[in-house]
């Protein structure tokens, strides 16, 4: 999440590190997960296309599906797009670029929302073993054990989510809401947010730090090869798959955890659930708001496909569906 970038930006110092070269996994996949991967994707609503137009009454909507971290394959992407969002009114982003800078400010005065202030910190709360293993994988990062120790354990697992040569790339942040912040700074153009920062970080008090200490040392293991995961998925992106580049990431990294499948995607639920239906479900009443005028709804591609993605519920609410180009 664009978030997440922003914030680990904050704290980690960039450092020079080479680049991301991780490789496309799909072509390892046994005959069992090809078609575990085309099963679960049957009759999945609107599982293609990063650039769709919703239309009804005097509101047209141009919902882009993102990607936060930067790739110079986006580039061309933002040239294509230009000429037709640079006309827009208004834009809609998860959360501003202002509003994320503004929240700097607080965390300087108050950081509890992402660190551990008082109370145990996780080298007390995690096993020995799952804390050496998050441990090694800090360092590959470059994250000091001190400050791995002191982050909540759903920032820290977001962290380490990213492979290690993001972590340190100062320009990795630039994906393409950055980039779309751009264009409507270069035009005039207003920008919104969809949810406020204290409404996402809400979320992540519904479990308690022991719920989620016991959560991250589950997971410890499906943190590793990173660069190949996100290499995999950004490839369905770029393919316009992001359906597809869900369920992969779901994929690997249950095969990375060695976790028993049940287990794994009773994880991997509750994070869609809370980080994408949710948020979806508290999107849509704003989004259906926007009236009278031509507006790009700029989100995760994530959020777009699904029962509960933001085009299936548009079609609902009333509104005709097209593909654009992208």
């Given at each position: 999440?664009?978030?997440?970038?922003?914030?680990?930006?904050?704290?980690?110092?960039?450092?020079a590190h080479?680049?991301?070269?991780?490789?496309?996994?799909?072509?390892?996949?046994?005959?069992?997960i090809r078609?575990?991967l085309?099963?679960?994707?049957?009759?999945w609503?609107?599982?293609?296309?990063?650039?769709?137009?919703?239309?009804?009454?005097?509101?047209v909507?141009?919902l882009?599906?993102?990607?936060?971290?930067n790739?110079?394959?986006?580039?061309?992407?933002?040239?294509?797009?230009?000429?037709?969002?640079?006309?827009?009114?208004?834009?809609?982003f998860?959360?501003?670029?202002?509003?994320?800078?503004?929240?700097?400010?607080?965390?300087?005065?108050?950081p509890?929302?992402?660190?551990?202030?008082?109370?145990?910190?996780?080298?007390?709360?995690l096993?020995?073993?799952?804390?050496?293993?998050?441990?090694?994988?800090m360092?590959?990062?470059?994250?000091?054990?001190?400050?791995?120790?002191?982050?909540?354990?759903?920032?820290?697992?977001?962290?380490?989510?990213?492979?290690?040569?993001?972590?340190?790339?100062?320009?990795?942040?630039?994906?393409?809401d950055?980039?779309?912040?751009e264009?409507?700074?270069?035009?005039?153009?207003?920008?919104?947010?969809?949810?406020?920062?204290?409404?996402?970080?809400?979320?992540?008090?519904?479990?308690?730090?022991e719920?989620?200490?016991?959560s991250?040392?589950?997971?410890?293991n499906?943190?590793?090869?990173?660069?190949d995961?996100?290499?995999?998925?950004?490839?369905?992106?770029f393919?316009?798959?992001?359906?597809?580049?869900?369920?992969?990431?779901r994929?690997?990294?249950?095969?990375?955890?060695?976790?028993?499948?049940?287990?794994?995607?009773?994880?991997?639920?509750a994070?869609?659930?809370?980080?994408?239906?949710?948020?979806n479900?508290?999107?849509?009443?704003?989004i259906?708001?926007?009236?009278d005028?031509?507006?790009?709804?700029?989100?995760?591609?994530?959020?777009?496909?699904?029962?509960?993605?933001?085009?299936?519920?548009l079609q609902?609410?009333?509104?005709?569906?097209s593909?654009?180009?992208?």
């Amino acid at each position: 999440m664009r978030l997440f970038l922003f914030l680990i930006g904050l704290l980690l110092p960039a450092t020079a590190h080479a680049a991301c070269e991780g490789r496309d996994l799909r072509e390892d996949f046994t005959p069992e997960i090809r078609t575990e991967l085309d099963q679960a994707l049957i009759d999945w609503p609107y599982p293609e296309g990063n650039h769709w137009v919703a239309t009804k009454g005097n509101a047209v909507l141009h919902l882009i599906g993102t990607l936060h971290v930067n790739y110079p394959r986006m580039d061309a992407i933002v040239a294509r797009l230009t000429p037709t969002l640079s006309q827009v009114d208004a834009f809609y982003f998860e959360v501003t670029q202002d509003e994320m800078k503004a929240w700097e400010k607080e965390l300087a005065l108050d950081p509890s929302p992402i660190l551990i202030t008082s109370g145990p910190t996780l080298i007390d709360l995690l096993p020995e073993e799952e804390w050496a293993t998050l441990s090694s994988a800090m360092v590959e990062r470059g994250i000091p054990s001190w400050m791995g120790a002191k982050m909540r354990p759903w920032f820290l697992g977001m962290t380490l989510a990213m492979p290690a040569c993001l972590m340190q790339d100062p320009t990795a942040n630039h994906g393409l809401d950055a980039r779309l912040t751009e264009v409507a700074e270069a035009y005039g153009i207003q920008q919104f947010s969809l949810e406020s920062i204290k409404e996402l970080m809400a979320m992540f008090e519904i479990h308690t730090i022991e719920e989620q200490a016991e959560s991250l040392a589950r997971m410890v293991n499906a943190y590793e090869n990173t660069d190949d995961q996100m290499a995999t998925m950004a490839n369905a992106y770029f393919d316009e798959n992001h359906a597809q580049s869900m369920e992969l990431g779901r994929i690997i990294a249950r095969e990375a955890s060695g976790m028993a499948h049940e287990m794994f995607d009773a994880e991997w639920n509750a994070f869609e659930q809370h980080l994408l239906i949710e948020r979806n479900n508290n999107w849509m009443p704003r989004i259906l708001e926007i009236q009278d005028q031509t507006a790009v709804i700029a989100v995760g591609a994530g959020h777009l496909s699904g029962p509960h993605g933001l085009l299936n519920q548009l079609q609902r609410a009333g509104y005709t569906l097209s593909r654009a180009p992208f």
